[in-house]
Nanobody, 117 residues
Framework: QVQLVESGGGLVQAGGSLRLSCAAS????????MGWYRQAPGNQRELVAT???????NYADSVKGRFTISRDNAKNTLYLQMNSLKPEDTAVYYC???????????WGQGTQVTVSS
């Protein structure tokens, strides 16, 4: 059973930075891709950034140039470095891992990020 545990959320002022971590219970190299998603109150969950096994990345337009996704296969951990945070970045941030052939997606429990103005 795959377990993903996010950490690193918190309260930060606008313009500040946070780094989120997502620790997996097994080897993250087994996942075809991993990503960060977020959900603000009253909104649908939306993609923030993804990274494939080969290291290709994709970002939502709203975070391009401010957020960086990375993965450390040796530590089985996914990261999201968030800089120049804005109040509209406030949301619960979720980690997701995907195995394409198995048609499987795994989610973490989420970590709250709150950006004050």
């Amino acid at each position: 059973q795959v377990q993903l545990v996010e950490s690193g959320g918190g309260l930060v002022q606008a313009g500040g930075s946070l780094r989120l971590s997502c620790a997996a219970s097994g080897s993250i190299f087994s996942f075809d891709s991993m990503g960060w998603y977020r959900q603000a109150p009253g909104n649908q969950r939306e993609l923030v950034a993804t990274i494939t096994r080969s290291g290709s990345t994709n970002y939502a337009d709203s975070v391009k140039g401010r957020f960086t996704i990375s993965r450390d296969n040796a530590k089985n951990t996914l990261y999201l470095q968030m800089n120049s945070l804005k109040p509209e970045d406030t949301a619960v941030y979720y980690c997701r891992a995907t195995r394409i052939l198995a048609l499987s997606n795994y989610w973490g429990q989420g970590t709250q990020v709150t950006v004050s103005s």
